[in-house]
């Protein structure tokens, strides 16, 4: 089976939207490989702030991401310890600093397209969920099934309060709500790979939604196209 006929579930969506839990589930469910394309940009913001590398920089910040050392360890409790250089740096990929760094790295052309055979590399038998902002317009062009998740602000913003809070960080909604309007901003006006449905996916509003009910929908499109 040549790699292009792995099938291939892309998730894309602003932060916040429930793509990560959305993609988990699907994952467990499907018994997949999963590609978690923000964790490696958050690794990359890491790894270039670690080297004294910014994002005006994209010559040396490509030279970061040819040589980026980032390992993802499965975990007892289900979680995934990230490691980017021998350090482990999962709390620190989780912070709002870092979160915005990476939006910012992965505004860098160059940036983008020294990652983008990385992330095709994730597409391993049986299959691949591939969560992200353009796994279905840039990454995977050609995935079995595209789905485009959303949200309100105010509901992602409510939805990364309560993660924080849980986390023991302490940070204001309003705080919150202006980082991702400032985020959505700068992802969907980027040069490349602006964050916009693929023109063949399906979009989910999933403001109010369980998250349950939202597994199921995607799960029954994947199991349709696959059958």
Not at 11 to 33: F, L, Q
Request: a negative charge; aromatic letters at 2%.
């Amino acid at each position: 089976m040549t790699s292009t006929m792995i099938p291939v579930l892309a998730v894309d969506g602003p932060g916040g939207s429930g793509k990560g839990t959305v993609c988990r589930a699907v994952t467990d469910a499907m018994g997949w490989h999963l590609l978690d394309s923000g964790a490696i940009y958050r690794a990359l913001a890491v790894a270039a702030r670690n080297r004294g590398v910014d994002a005006d920089q994209p010559d040396r910040l490509a030279d970061v991401a040819r040589s980026l050392n980032v390992v993802f360890e499965p975990v007892p409790d289900g979680d995934v310890r990230v490691l980017v250089d021998g350090d482990d740096v999962t709390l620190d990929l989780r912070s709002e600093t870092t979160g915005d760094l990476a939006s910012r790295v992965a505004a860098v052309p160059a940036a983008r397209d020294a990652l983008l055979q990385r992330q095709r590399d994730f597409r391993k038998r049986p299959g691949l969920v591939a969560d992200g902002r353009d796994m279905g317009t840039v990454v995977f062009p050609d995935a079995t099934v595209k789905v485009f998740l959303t949200a309100s602000a105010e509901e992602r913003a409510r939805r990364r309060h309560k993660q924080l809070k849980d986390q023991g960080v302490d940070v204001t909604l309003a705080s919150l709500l202006d980082e991702i309007a400032v985020r959505d901003q700068r992802d969907r006006n980027r040069e490349v790979a602006p964050l916009v449905p693929a023109a063949d996916a399906e979009e989910l509003d999933t403001t109010g939604v369980p998250v349950e009910d939202v597994v199921q929908r995607v799960l029954k499109l994947l199991r349709n196209k696959l059958s």
